[in-house]
């Protein structure tokens, strides 16, 4: 089975502070990464994904995760954040083309 | 075309009542696909379709769902006899084909049963 754990619902920041989002995966095999962000009112947009090679993955707007095996870990961090920032971020895995996506954290950045 | 379309964006409707929503897709994608999400909660699968084919569909899919794509490009999704607990955000997304390509999301349908 598959799972995906976001562990904190909430995470208030303060702007140009640094921010880390935490997810986990339950898989028995290999599986895709992927962070989808949702800003208010809007629909899922894809941030970054994980295939293969390099473990340290960018977004074009400063977000990176770190794949992790052995802690089957992917979690999303960002060393200053803006008050653009604010929204929701899903972490989700990919098996036979299908998503599964974890509860959600919704990043609050503060002025 | 500018990204996968919904219709509509909102629906209110009493309990018992059907509803239907619309998703068009982005047009040279072949994979469709409805999640719901509920407060609080990700987007939980629903179904999926490559081109007309409805390749699988979530036990959370009741007898009262029912998904079609009957030329590959839009799909519906319908509701029967709704209930209150069928209140939630519906939401459509579309992929090309290939291993693990990125899904592109509609702005989903929120549905309010009372």
């Known amino acids: 089975a598959q799972s995906v754990t976001q562990l904190d619902s909430q995470v208030p920041v303060f702007e140009e502070a640094p921010v880390e989002l935490r997810c986990n995966y339950s898989?028995?095999?290999?599986?895709?990464l992927f962070w989808y962000v949702q800003y208010p009112n809007q629909g899922l947009q894809l941030l970054l994904k994980y295939l293969s090679g390099s473990t340290l993955v960018e977004s074009i707007n400063g977000f990176e995760a770190e794949f992790n095996k052995s802690q089957t870990s992917f979690h999303l961090r960002k060393p200053s954040v803006h008050i653009s920032d604010t929204a929701e971020y899903f972490c989700?895995?990919?098996?036979?083309?299908?998503?599964?996506f974890g509860s959600g954290t919704k990043l609050n950045v503060k002025p | 075309d500018t990204g996968v379309s919904q219709n509509p964006r909102h629906k209110i409707t009493k309990r018992g009542q059907n509803v239907t929503f619309r998703c068009d897709p982005i047009?040279?994608?072949?994979?469709l696909y409805w999640y719901r999400q509920t407060l609080g909660q990700g987007p939980e699968f629903l179904t999926y379709f490559q081109n007309e084919a409805q390749l699988e569909k979530s036990r959370l899919l009741s007898d009262r769902f029912s998904a079609e794509r009957p030329k590959g490009s839009f799909s519906t999704l319908e509701i029967q006899r709704t209930e209150q607990g069928d209140s939630a955000m519906y939401l459509c997304?579309?992929?090309?084909?290939?291993?693990?390509?990125?899904?592109?999301f509609g702005q989903g349908t929120r549905l309010t049963v009372v």
């Open positions: 989700a895995v990919i098996l036979f083309n299908k998503f599964y």
């Open positions: 898989s028995s095999v290999s599986v895709y």
């Open positions: 997304a579309s992929s090309p084909e290939g291993l693990a390509t990125e899904a592109f």
């Open positions: 047009s040279e994608h072949n994979r």
